[in-house]
């Protein structure tokens, strides 16, 4: 191409041809080399975000330091105007480019490694930006020491994922402003209403996180009790009525149904020692100071248990259990559905698992074992059964995070690794054997 500059700097014309050259390619003629050019061509997408990324923010910061002439009048600030030039630039609105410039600084300057798997082909621009939103409030040394912890672990995950990883680790390198974050948010729970043009309106509640698990698994056994009894209404209006009735009390059947709700918590967190935090089962994580609170009010109330589940100290990965019956249900299932964190296993995926599948066939003689189980929502569980498509467990065993690999008709390797359990070194002092076995062992339900 002519017109090339020195060094690495591509002048816009060698840059139009090669979007032009991209413009016009020509699809392969098998199978595995279409996948193959998809997915070079997402890395070419995902490099060309990267430098978008440090394009706009070396704009950003030229244009701020341009001397502007002055015109007597009152201006906008000048954010305003570069993220609206910025948006010209890349067909977004001017809002977007202005959000765009501060997420691309943002990466530049303070998610440095983010911003490297980014240009590397390892995540998406979308999701590059989704973590650095997830720091904003952090300090411009934490949000370092997030990356540090999570760059290494980004690749391969969903959005769900991401966000849940990017999240732990801001709860446990901030973990003092981030308590005091929750806590504001939590004196701030309310209840909001809106009607809707068709003769519907929404509800809407803002509620601690341990009360929304509660809240939610309490309307979910409603449906599906509901639904097993022959309700012939679907499971979001046995919600919706369950919900409505229980708060006015205008119907008979308004009693509560007994809830538990999974706090998964190191011993040293829950000792109010470490910073690690405490996952609650289908919603997310929490603070371990919130989490420590939380266990002594229920503990106050009598309403705590202690349930002992089986872990590895080294990487806090859940194991051991088997059963000797061909379907995963009872104990066996809850505890797939807590060391998958309750969402698909499939790399990429966000839905919640629906299927507890074995990764080896039972009539390939897999057994039914935490060790050949994993957690699948219904479509991937579907899509796993497609001709030319395997997997297998990765060395079983006792002693490491469970793992699977697969690999798709078309020779696409999937791989996919169970989050470790919250607890282990992390923010914390050192702890002598008997501790640490303490906190590898110990799963709270209340």
Same mark, same amino acid.
């Not at 943002?106 to 983010?114: A, V």
């Not at 411009?140 to 994922?161: C, F, H, I, K, S």
């Not at 995963?328 to 299932?333: E, P, S």
């Given at each position: 191409?002519?017109?090339?500059?020195?060094?690495?700097?591509?002048?816009? !014309? !060698?840059?139009?041809?090669?979007?032009?050259?991209? #413009?016009?390619?020509? %699809?392969?003629?098998?199978?595995?080399?279409?996948?193959?050019?998809?997915?070079?061509?997402?890395?070419?997408?995902?490099?060309?975000?990267?430098?978008?990324?440090?394009?706009?923010?070396?704009?950003?910061?030229?244009?701020?330091?341009?001397? =502007?002439?002055?015109?007597?009048?009152?201006? %906008?600030?000048?954010?305003?105007?570069?993220?609206?030039?910025?948006?010209?630039?890349?067909?977004?609105?001017?809002?977007?480019?202005?959000?765009?410039?501060?997420?691309?600084?943002?990466?530049?300057?303070?998610?440095?490694?983010?911003?490297?798997?980014?240009?590397?082909?390892?995540?998406?621009?979308?999701?590059?930006?989704?973590?650095?939103?997830?720091?904003?409030?952090?300090?411009?040394?934490?949000?370092?020491?997030?990356?540090?912890?999570?760059?290494?672990?980004?690749?391969?995950?969903?959005?769900?994922?991401?966000?849940?990883?990017?999240?732990?680790?801001?709860?446990?390198?901030?973990?003092?402003?981030?308590?005091?974050?929750?806590?504001?948010?939590?004196? !701030?729970?309310?209840?909001?209403?809106?009607?809707?043009?068709?003769?519907?309106?929404?509800?809407?509640?803002?509620?601690?996180?341990?009360?929304?698990?509660?809240?939610?698994?309490?309307?979910?056994?409603? #449906?599906?009790?509901?639904?097993?009894?022959?309700?012939?209404?679907?499971?979001?209006?046995?919600?919706? !009525?369950?919900?409505?009735?229980?708060?006015?009390?205008?119907?008979?059947?308004?009693?509560?149904?007994?809830?538990?709700?999974?706090?998964?918590?190191?011993?040293?967190?829950?000792?109010?020692?470490?910073?690690?935090?405490?996952?609650?089962?289908?919603? *997310?994580?929490?603070?371990?100071?919130?989490?420590?609170?939380?266990?002594?009010?229920?503990?106050?109330?009598?309403?705590?248990?202690?349930?002992?589940?089986?872990?590895?100290?080294?990487?806090?990965?859940?194991?051991?259990?088997?059963?000797?019956?061909?379907?995963?249900? *009872?104990?066996?299932?809850?505890?797939?559905?807590?060391?998958?964190?309750?969402?698909?296993?499939?790399?990429?995926?966000?839905?919640?698992?629906?299927?507890?599948?074995?990764?080896?066939?039972?009539?390939?003689?897999?057994?039914?074992?935490?060790?050949?189980?994993?957690?699948?929502?219904?479509?991937?569980?579907?899509?796993?059964?497609?001709?030319?498509?395997?997997?297998?467990?990765?060395?079983?065993?006792?002693?490491?995070?469970?793992?699977?690999?697969?690999?798709?008709?078309?020779?696409?390797?999937?791989?996919?690794?169970?989050?470790? =359990?919250?607890?282990?070194?992390?923010?914390?002092?050192?702890?002598?054997?008997?501790?640490?076995?303490?906190?590898?062992?110990?799963?709270?339900?209340?």
């Amino acid at each position: 191409m002519a017109g090339r500059a020195e060094g690495n700097v591509w002048e816009p !014309d !060698d840059l139009h041809a090669l979007a032009d050259l991209v #413009a016009v390619l020509a %699809p392969a003629t098998t199978g595995t080399d279409l996948l193959d050019q998809l997915e070079a061509l997402e890395r070419i997408k995902s490099a060309a975000a990267a430098a978008q990324a440090v394009i706009s923010a070396t704009f950003a910061d030229a244009a701020d330091s341009e001397d =502007l002439p002055a015109s007597g009048r009152r201006t %906008p600030p000048r954010a305003m105007s570069i993220g609206a030039e910025v948006a010209l630039a890349t067909l977004a609105s001017p809002y977007a480019g202005e959000q765009r410039v501060l997420l691309s600084r943002r990466l530049r300057d303070h998610l440095p490694l983010t911003l490297a798997a980014l240009a590397r082909g390892e995540l998406t621009e979308e999701r590059a930006f989704a973590v650095a939103r997830e720091v904003a409030h952090l300090t411009p040394e934490q949000r370092r020491r997030v990356d540090e912890d999570v760059a290494p672990r980004l690749t391969g995950l969903g959005d769900a994922r991401l966000r849940a990883a990017v999240r732990r680790s801001c709860l446990t390198h901030a973990a003092e402003s981030e308590t005091r974050r929750c806590r504001r948010a939590r004196a !701030d729970r309310r209840v909001t209403s809106r009607r809707l043009d068709d003769g519907t309106g929404q509800l809407i509640a803002t509620l601690p996180i341990e009360v929304l698990a509660a809240v939610r698994s309490a309307l979910d056994t409603a #449906a599906t009790t509901a639904r097993a009894a022959g309700d012939e209404r679907t499971s979001g209006q046995v919600r919706a !009525d369950t919900l409505a009735a229980r708060v006015t009390g205008n119907q008979s059947v308004t009693d509560a149904v007994p809830v538990r709700v999974n706090l998964v918590i190191g011993v040293e967190s829950l000792l109010g020692t470490g910073t690690e935090p405490g996952f609650v089962q289908g919603e *997310g994580f929490l603070p371990a100071a919130l989490c420590t609170a939380w266990v002594r009010r229920a503990s106050d109330s009598a309403k705590t248990t202690l349930r002992r589940l089986f872990a590895s100290p080294d990487d806090r990965a859940l194991v051991a259990m088997e059963s000797t019956n061909r379907r995963f249900d *009872g104990q066996l299932a809850e505890l797939i559905d807590l060391r998958d964190a309750g969402t698909c296993r499939t790399p990429g995926c966000n839905a919640p698992i629906r299927h507890h599948d074995h990764v080896t066939g039972v009539d390939d003689g897999g057994p039914t074992a935490t060790s050949n189980g994993q957690g699948l929502c219904e479509r991937c569980n579907y899509v796993k059964e497609s001709p030319g498509w395997a997997s297998w467990v990765a060395e079983p065993g006792d002693t490491r995070l469970h793992e699977v690999h697969g690999v798709t008709e078309h020779l696409r390797i999937l791989r996919s690794t169970a989050p470790p =359990l919250p607890g282990g070194p992390a923010g914390t002092v050192d702890y002598s054997p008997y501790e640490l076995r303490l906190a590898s062992n110990y799963t709270l339900a209340s």
